[in-house]
């Protein structure tokens, strides 16, 4: 099982990425999946969740309503959208699959002006 996370990088506030994450290793249609971050000195956080075909989507309450999550069954991978960035969204972003035995190494997103 492998999840590799690309789409980070250095943003002004209030700018958008687009974060992606590759999965490999299981039938990734069959599991919902997740993203998380944590900043410096700060524990795991869950950011936003995504049931197995799409239909149901969740979000912390401090992402919901800027931070959208997708996910393409045929291409193994999902997203996180992000819009309107601020200085606290600043943090090293995962995805994992809801069982989170497996993590990636994560994609660092900085918030700055």
């Known amino acids: 099982v492998q999840f590799v996370e690309s789409g980070g990088g250095l943003v002004q506030p209030g700018g958008s990425l687009r974060l992606s994450c590759a999965a490999s290793?299981?039938?990734?249609?069959?599991?919902?999946m997740r993203w998380y971050r944590q900043a410096p000195e700060k524990e795991r956080e869950l950011v936003a969740h995504i049931s197995n075909t799409g239909g149901y989507r969740n979000y912390a309450d401090s992402v919901r309503g800027r931070f959208t999550i997708s996910r393409d069954n045929g291409k193994n991978t999902v997203y996180l959208q992000m819009n309107s960035l601020t200085p606290d969204d600043t943090a090293v972003y995962y995805c994992?699959?809801?069982?989170?035995?497996?993590w990636g190494q994560g994609t660092q997103v900085t918030v700055s002006s």
């Open positions: 290793g299981f039938t990734f249609s069959g599991y919902a």
């Open positions: 994992t699959r809801v069982t989170r035995d497996y």
